[in-house]
């Protein structure tokens, strides 16, 4: 008679607290102001070192362990990278006067520097993500996302921002199908068409609401990205499941836009914790997978240059 693999239910949870995150960023702000921004790598690196350090996954927290001596010299890079490309821009407008050439060398230059960006930063930080000893890491290379990213970009031009929705697609099932913890892998199964549909019953639904059909649309997001993840090791693996409500999201973004408005952004802090809390809360792990079975099978990496770019990009809608 077959017996049914075991199910399991596996705890997420977040333990932050605003106050303990607020004490970092206050001394974080004062040794970046008094460096005059020279200590931005080391204090990028303790947020994030504190943060990591709050989630925690079957009763076992993450850990950051990259350094600020590394985001540094990936600081210091990422600068003269940008630099070099600004200087050519201006080169192009005042020294040879084509404008036209310089838009679109700089149109050129972002859609370069973003692909290298989000390769570089998951490289770095999954490399220095790791739990119970065991190293998570990222292994697409950057030839084939700067190939799907200029698919994505061409499509969507010329699409007039339909494929928009498989571009994402594709883009999340590559590198979140590239992330490994030890010997196992994630995989990401979600589907352009159903994005697509998603997206378009939110934005008529909240146009025709004036609005308040944004938190649910938001909310129907989250479980799209979350209910499509996946990680597996030898055909055994655990399911993310979403326990979201628009209600309760509707709650979480309201608060924090008072929290952030009314202390002036220094409530900031305790809106991070909030939403880490509510994502840890209302994410559920469910499978027949051993975490003993883990193994170390992913390499070092300390190169933080695409971090750093990423920052200056602003591509946490991304990472």
Not at 46 to 61: C, G, R, T
Not at 67 to 76: N, R, V
Not at 145 to 170: H, M, N, P
Not at 212 to 217: A, D, L, P, Q, R
Request: include cysteine.
């Amino acid at each position: 008679m077959d017996t049914q693999p075991e199910v399991n239910i596996y705890n997420l949870s977040f333990s932050g607290k605003g106050v303990d995150l607020f004490k970092i960023q206050i001394i974080n702000a004062i040794l970046s102001f008094l460096t005059l921004g020279i200590y931005y790598p080391w204090a990028k690196a303790a947020k994030l070192q504190y943060v990591y350090s709050q989630i925690i996954f079957e009763d076992h927290p993450l850990a950051f362990t990259g350094t600020g001596k590394e985001m540094f010299k990936g600081f210091i890079k990422a600068i003269l990278f940008i630099f070099i490309g600004y200087g050519v821009f201006l080169l192009l407008v005042f020294l040879f006067k084509k404008p036209i050439l310089a838009a679109f060398f700089i149109y050129l230059f972002l859609f370069a520097i973003i692909p290298i960006a989000i390769h570089g930063s998951f490289k770095y930080r999954m490399a220095k993500t790791v739990w119970r000893g065991i190293r998570f890491g990222y292994t697409g290379t950057k030839k084939e996302l700067f190939l799907l990213f200029l698919k994505g970009i061409f499509f969507t031009i010329i699409t007039f921002g339909v494929y928009g929705a498989w571009f994402t697609i594709e883009l999340r099932k590559y590198v979140v199908g590239n992330i490994r913890i030890g010997n196992a892998e994630f995989r990401y199964k979600g589907d352009g068409s159903d994005f697509f549909v998603l997206n378009l019953k939110g934005y008529f639904l909240t146009l025709c609401t004036l609005g308040i059909y944004w938190f649910w649309w938001q909310k129907d997001i989250f479980d799209y990205y979350v209910n499509n993840l996946e990680l597996y090791q030898n055909g055994r693996g655990v399911m993310f499941r979403s326990n979201a409500t628009g209600g309760s999201y509707a709650g979480l973004m309201i608060g924090n836009f008072f929290i952030v408005i009314l202390t002036l952004g220094l409530g900031y802090s305790w809106a991070v914790c909030r939403t880490l809390t509510y994502v840890g809360h209302n994410i559920t792990a469910i499978g027949n997978y051993s975490f003993d079975e883990l193994q170390q099978s992913q390499e070092d990496y300390s190169n933080a240059t695409g971090a750093d770019l990423a920052d200056f990009l602003d591509l946490g809608f991304v990472i």
